[in-house]
Nanobody
């Protein structure tokens, strides 16, 4: 069992920044990947960013490249999502996820089915 707890969401004006954190605990097997997904009202879950735990390879959705940065702290078992230049269309509930069934092909990091543990979500609202 792996428990994921997100924090850092909130309300921010367009152009502003937020830093999301996801702390993992209770894992019985190593996670090969951790990722961030988001879901806006009336829309499906969308891939945002992912990181390979060992090695630090990163993957981003085209819509956030150059604005968002995913990173990890091995000692703290924590993954971060630094969000800069936020836009109203970034408004969504953001979910942290961990995948334990790897190793994975690079193309798998953006698939929700890759991840078997999910956090409770944190709301990010970007006002115009």
């Amino acid at each position: 069992q792996v428990q994921l707890v997100e924090s850092g969401g909130g309300l921010v004006q367009a152009g502003g920044s937020l830093r999301l954190s996801c702390a993992a605990s209770g894992r019985t097997v190593s996670s090969y990947a951790m990722g961030w997904f988001r879901q806006a009202p009336g829309k499906g879950r969308q891939f945002v960013a992912a990181i390979k735990w060992s090695g630090g390879n990163t993957y981003y959705a085209d819509s956030v490249k150059g604005r968002f940065t995913i990173s990890r702290d091995n000692a703290k078992n924590t993954v971060y999502l630094q969000m800069n230049s936020l836009k109203p269309e970034d408004t969504a509930v953001y979910y942290c996820a961990a995948g334990s069934g790897g190793p994975y092909l690079s193309s798998w990091y953006g698939r929700s089915s890759t991840y078997d543990y999910w956090g409770q979500g944190t709301q990010v609202t970007v006002s115009s």
